[in-house]
């Protein structure tokens, strides 16, 4: 349940069905935060994975270039002494278009995979951020309207007391942070994924013509 609803006609009239709705509610906000939780950890698993195998790639890309560097030198000083060697001379391609493989998988990881990794991430994170700010909504929700429930039977022998929820009380301090989970951590994130998005398109269009031709 939200805060919002606290307003209602409907808890205003049944105020102990209401306190049962939103105790039953509370358990399926949390499994909600839980699954969010899971998939922020599912994207953390796929980001250290196309880390080691960005790492993997620049080590081979360091080793393919020393040995075109190893063969290609030692062609050169076969030809210049006038006994091409040919076998230099394969190795040399051989390297070089090794090289330029690897190249080319390093440039896709990260301008593809690994930016849709960290797009997910963003994505995973606002959703995990949503699911507590949903959770604690209905734990105040809950909180209150125990209070409200337990008051209405004693309404009678005090018309017109009213219920009040002060800055101190739990209730009050758990719905504020709900406010601001949604109010400035969710928006900065959301702006964070904007930027990285556009970033995205043009690394992208930076590099697609030669990478896919």
């Known amino acids: 349940m939200k805060l919002v609803e606290l307003e209602t006609a409907e808890v ?10 939103a105790i039953d509610d ?9 699954e969010a939780e899971r998939l922020v950890e599912e994207c953390e698993v796929e980001r ?25 030198r030692a062609w050169l000083e076969s030809a210049v002494a006038e006994h091409a060697d040919a076998k230099a001379l394969r190795e040399c391609r051989e390297h070089r278009e090794r090289r ?3 190249l080319d998988q390093l440039n896709f990881l990260t301008a593809w995979a690994q930016s849709d990794n960290e797009s997910e991430q963003l994505r ?3 959703a995990e951020r949503g699911a507590f700010a949903d959770l604690q909504e209905s734990r105040a929700t ?15 022998y005090d018309p017109g007391a009213v219920i009040a929820f002060p800055d101190d009380a739990w209730s ?14 969710i928006k900065g994130l959301e702006a964070d ?10 690394s992208r269009a930076a590099i697609s013509i030669n990478l896919f031709s």
């Open 12 to 21: 205003r009239r049944d105020p102990r069905a209401a306190l049962q709705r």
């Open 26 to 34: 509370v358990p399926a906000a949390e499994s909600a935060h839980k």
């Open 48 to 72: 250290q994975r196309l880390l080691k195998l960005w790492r993997v790639l620049n080590d081979g890309i360091r080793e393919a270039g020393a040995k075109l560097a190893a063969a290609k």
């Open 100 to 102: 330029q493989a690897l």
């Open 124 to 126: 995973a994170r606002i």
């Open 142 to 156: 809950r909180q209150r309207l125990g209070m409200i429930s337990g008051a209405s039977a004693g309404a009678a």
């Open 172 to 185: 009050t301090r758990i719905a504020k942070e709900a406010v601001e989970i949604r109010s400035m951590q």
């Open 193 to 202: 994924l904007a930027r990285h998005l556009a970033a995205i398109e043009a």
